[in-house]
């Protein structure tokens, strides 16, 4: 067990240095000097001279990189050039904003795969064809066009949702400022859901398909079980390492989804934030963001390969 985590968490952290060296790379090559965008606004020309001494402005290259993964383990990425505040802060305020959105709906999205795609692989027929269809549209078409016609639907056909934003939630307090966010965020999360939801299906459906005849099947159903029974529990029992490697290797799409999602119904989250930095030319703010889900990812990767291993320990053979 050590063995295998301890190789697992070495080639995450080589991955982690990768990335930082390529991002620092691309700071190196950034117009003007990319120290100055890490000092506070306001500072005097003496004390900026002292921070560059002091965060490796005149070392050699190596140094100044070891210096910069030591801020950057740190979570300090400098500061925004377009907002005149630490990234690290700006990055914590629309974090909660994102998961307030891709938590619930990547949640959904899973039960209903599982439920969905379990039944359909058993019954087959044109139920099974029907979601095969209906998930490969779902994946064919792009998250930003959903979103556009969700908008269109639901806002302007309709006209239960509003088109973007939060809506003014500084004068609401306790549920009503928990129901008003809710009502703001059900589009966003509708779109997040049936971008996942077909991604997801398709996976569950496959994975049962292939246990669907094993022998095993019969063989507890001399213990009492029914066909279907023994089918869903047992069946799903053993596709759960594939089932929970898949899941987590869709955290980089959810990402992604939430991105455009945010930038269109303008959702103060990360993805918002992503778009205003890239805008602005804001770069470390950019970095920052990259740096962060690019941790986020590791982090999914590494907690799947775990849960594999406890499921399933001839993977740490």
Same mark, same amino acid.
């Given at each position: 067990?050590?063995?295998?985590?301890?190789?697992?968490?070495?080639?995450?952290?080589?991955?982690?240095?990768?990335?930082?060296?390529?991002?620092?790379?691309?700071?190196?090559?950034?117009?003007?000097?990319?120290?100055?965008?890490?000092?506070?606004? =306001?500072?005097?020309?003496?004390?900026?001279?002292?921070?560059?001494?002091?965060?490796?402005?005149?070392?050699?290259?190596?140094?100044?990189?070891?210096?910069?993964?030591?801020?950057?383990?740190?979570?300090?990425?400098?500061?925004?050039?377009?907002?005149?505040?630490?990234?690290?802060?700006?990055?914590?305020?629309?974090?909660?904003?994102?998961?307030?959105?891709?938590?619930?709906?990547?949640?959904?999205?899973?039960?209903?795969?599982?439920?969905?795609?379990?039944?359909?692989?058993?019954?087959?027929?044109?139920?099974?064809?029907?979601?095969?269809?209906?998930?490969?549209?779902?994946?064919?078409?792009?998250?930003?066009?959903?979103?556009?016609?969700?908008?269109?639907?639901?806002?302007?056909?309709?006209?239960?949702?509003?088109?973007?934003?939060?809506?003014?939630?500084?004068?609401?307090v306790g549920m009503e400022f928990i129901l008003?966010?809710?009502?703001?965020?059900?589009?966003?999360?509708?779109?997040?859901?049936?971008?996942?939801?077909?991604?997801?299906? &398709?996976?569950?459906?496959?994975?049962?398909?292939?246990?669907?005849?094993?022998?095993?099947? &019969?063989?507890?159903?001399?213990?009492?079980?029914?066909?279907?029974?023994?089918?869903?529990?047992?069946?799903?029992?053993?596709?759960?390492? &594939?089932?929970?490697?898949?899941?987590?290797?869709?955290?980089?799409?959810?990402?992604?989804?939430?991105?455009?999602?945010?930038?269109?119904?303008?959702?103060?989250?990360? =993805?918002?934030?992503?778009?205003?930095?890239?805008?602005?030319?804001?770069?470390?703010?950019?970095?920052?963001?990259?740096?962060?889900?690019?941790?986020?990812?590791?982090?999914?990767?590494?907690?799947?390969?775990?849960?594999?291993?406890?499921?399933?320990? &001839?993977?740490?053979?």
């Amino acid at each position: 067990m050590k063995k295998f985590l301890i190789k697992r968490f070495t080639i995450s952290l080589i991955i982690l240095l990768g990335i930082c060296a390529f991002m620092f790379i691309l700071l190196q090559l950034s117009p003007g000097n990319p120290y100055m965008d890490s000092m506070k606004p =306001g500072m005097s020309p003496e004390q900026i001279e002292n921070m560059l001494i002091q965060k490796g402005y005149y070392d050699p290259v190596y140094l100044k990189f070891i210096k910069w993964f030591k801020d950057i383990l740190f979570f300090d990425f400098g500061y925004s050039i377009k907002y005149g505040q630490s990234v690290s802060s700006l990055i914590m305020e629309r974090i909660p904003n994102t998961l307030f959105i891709t938590l619930p709906a990547f949640t959904i999205a899973i039960i209903l795969s599982i439920f969905v795609g379990r039944f359909v692989a058993y019954k087959g027929g044109f139920l099974d064809k029907f979601v095969d269809i209906i998930s490969g549209i779902g994946i064919s078409i792009p998250t930003f066009l959903f979103a556009i016609l969700f908008i269109k639907w639901f806002a302007f056909d309709i006209k239960i949702f509003q088109i973007s934003g939060t809506g003014n939630l500084s004068n609401k307090v306790g549920m009503e400022f928990i129901l008003n966010k809710i009502y703001y965020a059900f589009l966003p999360i509708l779109v997040l859901t049936v971008i996942q939801f077909s991604s997801l299906v &398709r996976f569950v459906r496959a994975f049962m398909l292939s246990v669907k005849k094993e022998d095993y099947i &019969r063989t507890y159903q001399g213990f009492g079980m029914t066909r279907y029974e023994a089918y869903k529990k047992i069946g799903f029992r053993n596709i759960l390492p &594939r089932l929970l490697t898949m899941i987590f290797t869709e955290v980089p799409n959810l990402i992604s989804g939430a991105l455009i999602t945010e930038t269109i119904f303008v959702w103060p989250g990360l =993805g918002k934030l992503n778009y205003d930095a890239v805008f602005s030319r804001d770069y470390p703010l950019i970095m920052g963001i990259i740096i962060v889900i690019s941790f986020v990812v590791l982090i999914s990767n590494l907690i799947a390969d775990i849960i594999n291993y406890y499921l399933d320990k &001839r993977i740490g053979i």
